[in-house]
């Protein structure tokens, strides 16, 4: 696209905005301009552009959900979200990377779901809505609304929806008039003398859309029946199960109505990418919503979703499997009769309440939480009470990566007497007055600050060429259990040489673990990748003897020996093992031409996606420019490799071929990606060889 059709694609969204579209369906519409956009490969046209909208694309993204749309429709839109952190400051960064955090759990939970595994919904009434394109009335995708109904008296009937909106849709109105006359009929049956007028407050939990149309029904109408219940403080109460969806207009005499083959289809798609397990449906409809089921699980055979056909109110009431109907028990009952004894009971018990709980937070001196404020970690219990504080090196801008933070401190009960221990890297010097020459050190904190335990890493390697110092700088990787016996797995990096070695402590002592694993150059992260077969330790880093970024994959019951080098880099006396996996990623010919050693991991970019079951990572191709880098999404087994390239690299690369300065092919064709994937080596025991032979 040129600069013209970007402005009229941008004239186009700003007039979208304008209109009443559910807070996700707006979210696709700047999706699909962010599409355009990057896809025109125009530095100067994406740095114009882009920033205009980054505002309301962070908050968008944060009330996005991936239920009720096909995992891949997810999937694309985080591959874009992380493109664009890219263009972005640190501080856009900061505000996008939680989102997208959120995102990638959910979609992981969604995984899940579609693997067969029961997720317990929010005990409220779940409803499949289709949202409808204004401009050319089609259907545009499914989302799974909720709702909570709250009833109060008042002097008149009075229907409230919130988010505010007028009830424009005579379908609509005409369908919480009959729900609510339905409710209230069958209540009468229970209670007597029931108040002619209410106030009813329905509240949606999706922000920013506008309902219409009359399939809510059935749910409305057992919705109003639970909270009539709960207001007369009736002897009976009823309750729709949690993992339950329900769609189907309903009548003044209480039959549910067909809502057609298209609709009914739709509707099963949206609930069956969401935790629902029950999903109540006119009879009518169930040839065409089996059908659609039938389709869907030829993808996903183990997703657990029954269809509940019925033919009127009456039916779904009397399905003790989805509705319950008991008993008030006593004591909520005479809980409610307080409210006409005195205030000042009440009164009475609300202060003993607050007095019991403002004494168990001065009590109570078990750490429970780790906040940084500045360059303060700020040890609080389980109520917010600050307990002690101390220094420690801290970048705020990395408090949203996880991995980060779990480096640098950990909770830890490390004997079971039911108080954590507070384990921290990264001491600050201002902490150290008495013992510069210990920065770097692990400790260990009781409840009371007073240290357990500290552990200074000081083991000396050399090689043919040059004997190392012993100043290392430790951090934490995570805790594994070997053999019945929790563990601590560390991380010592030489300063400022390459050396770096993984190690393992007992956390109760601090003591150190036979079995070190050496490299010859840094590794600059670290996680722990749990299934239910094995626990695997997941680097990346630099080999410093083949000038390479390396992905290494480590059974951490058997680490013990040096990792692939070259004579230069061999440490004497500490015998060579080859890792379950060692894979040296590519060079780009941009990072060769601009004369770099190597290219170089981005940090916090390493994670392991459950949805795709991949191994992900970025690696800067050129430090000078900021997002220039390679994305790799890799299978734990290093059998398949997506690569994803940097709207940035892409630019530049392109322009240094019409510049002469690299060689053909294009970067985004399928040649280029072979010629990376062909640049993939692995280590065979002794020497490095091509990934795929």
């Given at each position: ?6 402005e ?28 355009n ?19 309301q694309?962070?908050?968008l ?11 891949e ?30 995102i ?21 009434l ?12 089609t ?5 799974l ?19 505010t ?14 729900s ?8 009468q ?26 399939s ?19 002897a ?17 005499h ?31 409809d169930?040839?065409?919503?089996q ?19 019925v ?44 007095v ?77 007055t ?14 009371q ?15 043919i060429?040059e ?27 030489n ?36 299934n ?9 880093g ?6 390479r970024t ?10 013990d ?24 990623l ?21 994670s ?14 050129h ?7 390679i994305?790799?999404?890799i299978?734990?087994?290093f ?37 990376l ?15 795929k032979?």
């Open positions: 696209m040129d600069a013209f059709q970007i009229a694609a941008r004239q186009k969204l700003i007039h979208l905005f304008s209109k009443n579209y559910s807070s996700r369906r707006t979210l696709y519409f700047l999706y699909e301009y962010y599409q956009l990057l896809a025109s490969k125009d530095q100067f046209l994406i740095q114009a552009f882009l920033p205009e909208f980054l505002r694309f962070s908050e993204i944060k009330l996005y959900n991936p239920f009720g749309l096909p995992p429709r997810t999937k694309s839109l985080l591959l874009q979200a992380e493109k664009i952190t890219g263009f972005c400051t640190t501080e856009e960064s900061r505000i996008l990377m939680p989102a997208i955090q959120k990638n759990q959910q979609a992981e939970e969604l995984e899940q779901i579609l693997q067969g595994k029961t997720i317990t919904c929010k005990n409220r779940n409803i499949p809505l289709l949202e409808i394109s204004a401009e050319k009335e259907v545009h995708s499914g989302l609304e909720t709702i909570h109904i709250e009833i109060s008296a008042a002097d008149e009937q009075r229907f409230i929806l919130i988010p909106m007028e009830i424009t849709d005579q379908r609509l109105q005409q369908q919480i008039t009959i609510w006359q339905l409710a209230y009929q069958y209540v049956g229970y209670i007597r003398n029931l108040k002619a007028h209410h106030r009813v407050l329905i509240q949606f939990e999706q922000p920013g859309t506008h309902y219409s149309g009359d809510m029904g059935v749910a409305l109408a057992v919705g109003f029946i639970e909270p009539l219940f709960h207001f007369y403080n009736a009976y109460r009823v309750r729709f199960q949690p993992e339950i969806a329900t769609t189907g207009k309903i009548d003044e209480g039959l549910i109505t067909a809502l057609g083959e298209k609709t009914i289809a739709e509707k099963v798609e949206t609930v069956f990418y969401s935790p629902v397990s029950f999903f109540i449906i006119p009879q009518q169930l040839p065409a919503a059908n659609r089921l039938i389709d869907l699980r030829s993808k996903y055979p183990d997703r657990n979703l029954e269809l509940i056909p033919i009127s109110l009456s039916d779904v009431l009397d399905r003790r499997r989805l509705i319950t109907f008991n008993k008030t028990p006593l004591y909520l009952r005479s809980a409610r009769l307080l409210s006409n004894i005195k205030i000042s009971i009440i009164l009475l018990l609300i202060i003993i309440a607050t019991t709980l403002y004494s168990l937070r001065l009590l109570d001196t078990n750490p429970a939480e780790l906040i940084h404020h500045e360059n303060d970690l700020i040890v609080k219990n389980r109520y917010g009470r600050s307990l002690w504080k101390l220094k420690q090196i801290y970048n705020p801008a990395l408090q949203v990566f996880y991995w980060f933070n779990r480096s640098i401190h950990l909770l830890l009960d490390i004997n079971n007497d039911g108080k954590n221990e507070v384990l921290i890297s990264k001491e600050s010097t201002e902490e150290l008495d013992n510069p020459e210990q920065q770097g050190r692990l400790l260990c904190y009781d409840y600050k007073n240290i357990i335990w500290s552990y200074m890493f000081a083991d000396t390697v050399s090689t060429v004997k190392h110092n012993t100043i290392y700088r430790s951090s934490f990787i995570d805790t594994v259990t070997l053999d019945g016996k929790l563990q601590l797995l560390c991380r010592a990096t300063h400022p040489y390459y050396p770096t070695a993984i190690y393992k402590l007992d956390p109760i002592n601090g003591k150190r673990i036979s079995g070190t694993f050496w490299h010859a150059g840094h590794i600059v992260e670290a996680i722990i990748l749990r239910n077969q094995s626990t695997k330790i997941i680097c990346i630099i080999n410093n003897a083949f000038n390396v992905l290494v994959v480590l059974n951490p019951d058997s680490i020996g040096q990792g692939p080098n070259t004579l230069n880099y061999h440490f004497k006396g500490i015998r060579p093992v080859t890792p379950e996996h060692y894979l040296f590519p060079r780009s010919d941009v990072n060769r031409y601009y004369g770099w050693r190597n290219n170089f991991f981005e940090s916090f970019t390493l392991f996606d459950r949805f795709s079951n991949r191994i992900t990572l970025h690696t800067i191709e430090t000078s420019t900021a997002g220039i880098f994305g790799y999404e299978a734990p087994d059998s398949d490799i997506n690569i994803v390239l940097s709207s940035q690299f892409v630019f530049i690369r392109d322009q240094l071929i019409e510049e002469g300065k690299l060689e053909l092919p294009y970067t985004e064709t399928h040649e280029y990606h072979q010629i994937l062909n640049d993939f080596y692995k280590w065979d025991g002794s020497k490095m060889v091509p990934l032979e």
